[in-house]
């Protein structure tokens, strides 16, 4: 569950510490006072979308930190992503000037999809907007599927869906393209033709490069070694005689002053090296040859490099990784162009489809009985006896959604048959309705904690009341946190959070704090009588608060 929530340079807030406990807690003000501005800071702890015009004028950053307890299951998901795991889970965000935005579980940095996914565990928000969402398709299907736990099976549906478009489009383009593919499969096939006529091997450029160079210089080779080998090892005046001689003189005199030592080790080392030296240029010489059929070799076989490189305009340390494009792209076209596998693809996909498709059929057609069932006795309850509501399942052509096309039907009242929500339900029905689908689907849900954010928008009178049991009695299974509006909604609550509006002349601000049992009065007396609040009014209020 939530325990607490900082807020810092947030929209109108400067700063705000709260602090929450179980059961069902409510939170009024003024219109327009930031009461649903505490949603909004806790989404984007949750990680959603937000920019720098989040952040309080004049100010640097938006920070926001949210921490929760600890469940098995965000246990679980700390230790699956390496997250430190303890009884506490804290969220943080922050958002600079720039729309920059840092997110970070438990202090280390995380991503906004971390942030989601495990918010998906802790919180369950349902906004002052759901009736209307309620409206589309879309949100019937998602609805229906969270209701009925299929959600996952639903997104295996898309997947197969899109697979089996993919498998249908490559099948279609190869038989269209049939013959644009076989004229490039049989230039391709040409071309690498040339490269295995070629035959280069991994390495060979460099040493037929290395070959040609040596060959070609050969004269040069053999004049320069011999003039080195004559200085180092040829008459009284070379190099080794030197320092044999020198060596000689130096160890006669060492017995006479011991630091002649590193001196006699330096003459030394370069005595050995010139000999070993002397040794390799013989070696080398006696090797070395002019051998013009060689090079004229090495010259044709660079030529033949040399010259399919400039074709394919590549160097010619290139030509390996061409090859291997062209090979693969011919791999590619081979496999496009093979119809037979491609129809067992296809095959295949929609095979996939329908089995995937028919099990979330089955399971859409149980929860829908089940929801239909609940959400009708609901209405009963919301001041709308009689009425009824249907979960309409018909089968329909195939999609990303699956076999069949999902529809609400409601009737406001006894003997009417239900129709779709879009056609005969009322701003107030359609918010009833709305609750009551939030009501059911939380009582199935396994996050410890739900937000409902002015949902009682278009109701009033007694089915507030009952709108406001029912959120309270959620509140023995969940924690509860609602932003309302409606007095009976508030009177209803356990802990009370008033949400006020400062203007002053450096800035507009806004202040959330505890009401005791007196405030609480005050404030559902205002809700209750608007700006005069009367003794008759502050009786009313003790009386709701008291029931």
Not at 30 to 36: C, D, L, Q, R
Not at 243 to 266: M, S, V
Not at 279 to 297: F, G, H, K, Q, T
Request: with cysteine; proline share 2%; hydrophobic share 40%.
């Amino acid at each position: 569950m939530l325990r607490s929530l900082h807020i810092r340079d947030f929209v109108i807030v400067s700063q705000a510490n709260i602090e929450f406990d179980n059961g069902f807690t409510v939170f009024s003000g003024e219109t327009g006072a930031g009461k649903s501005i505490l949603i909004d800071a806790l989404s984007l702890a949750l990680g959603a979308r937000g920019d720098a015009k989040v952040i309080r004028e004049n100010c640097p950053k938006a920070d926001i930190s949210a921490q929760f307890e600890c469940t098995a299951a965000v246990t679980s998901w700390l230790s699956e992503h390496e997250f430190d795991a303890d009884d506490d889970l804290l969220l943080r965000r922050v958002i600079d000037s720039q729309g920059r935005s840092r997110a970070f579980i438990n202090g280390a940095p995380a991503t906004l999809t971390q942030l989601r996914d495990i918010g998906e565990l802790l919180v369950d928000i349902h906004g002052q907007h759901a009736h209307q969402s309620l409206l589309k398709t879309a949100k019937q299907y998602e609805l229906l599927d969270s209701q009925g736990g299929h959600s996952h099976l639903a997104r295996q549906v898309h997947r197969a869906w899109s697979e089996w478009q993919d498998a249908q489009r490559r099948h279609q383009l190869a038989a269209e393209q049939a013959d644009i593919l076989a004229n490039e499969r049989e230039q391709l096939e040409w071309k690498l033709g040339e490269f295995q006529n070629l035959d280069l091997q991994e390495g060979e450029w460099e040493t037929v490069s290395d070959e040609h160079q040596r060959l070609a210089h050969s004269q040069t080779l053999i004049d320069g070694t011999s003039t080195t080998l004559q200085l180092l090892d040829a008459d009284e005046n070379s190099a080794q005689l030197a320092l044999n001689t020198a060596a000689h003189e130096i160890q006669a005199i060492l017995r006479h002053d011991t630091h002649l030592q590193q001196i006699f080790d330096t003459i030394e080392s370069a005595r050995i090296a010139c000999a070993e030296a002397i040794s390799d240029l013989n070696s080398y010489v006696s090797n070395m040859e002019l051998d013009p059929d060689r090079l004229a070799i090495a010259e044709a076989r660079m030529a033949e490099i040399f010259s399919l490189s400039r074709k394919y305009k590549c160097q010619p340390e290139e030509l390996l990784q061409a090859q291997g494009e062209l090979e693969r792209r011919l791999a590619e076209l081979n496999e496009a162009s093979d119809l037979q596998q491609l129809e067992e693809l296809v095959a295949s996909a929609k095979n996939n489809y329908d089995t995937l498709a028919r099990q979330l059929t089955q399971a859409r057609t149980a929860t829908s009985k089940a929801l239909s069932l609940q959400v009708t006795d609901a209405m009963q309850a919301l001041s709308m006896q009689g009425g009824q509501f249907r979960v309409a399942i018909t089968p329909a052509k195939a999609s990303a959604h699956g076999n069949e096309n999902i529809e609400f039907l409601v009737s406001g009242h006894a003997g009417v048959s239900p129709a779709p929500l879009s056609r005969v339900a009322s701003g107030g029905e359609l918010a009833r309705i709305s609750l009551a689908l939030a009501v059911i689907a939380s009582q199935a849900a396994r996050v410890p904690t739900l937000i409902f954010d002015e949902v009682d928008t278009g109701i009033g009178g007694a089915v507030a009341e009952v709108v406001g049991t029912l959120l309270r009695k959620l509140g023995d299974r969940h924690q509860v946190l609602c932003v309302t509006h409606l007095p009976q909604v508030a009177a209803q609550g356990q802990h009370h959070f008033q949400v006020s509006k400062n203007s002053r002349k450096s800035g507009t601000t806004s202040n959330i704090e505890t009401l005791s049992a007196d405030g609480r009065v005050e404030e559902i007396s205002r809700m209750l009588g608007g700006i005069e609040i009367t003794e008759t009014t502050r009786r009313h209020a003790k009386e709701m608060l008291q029931h």
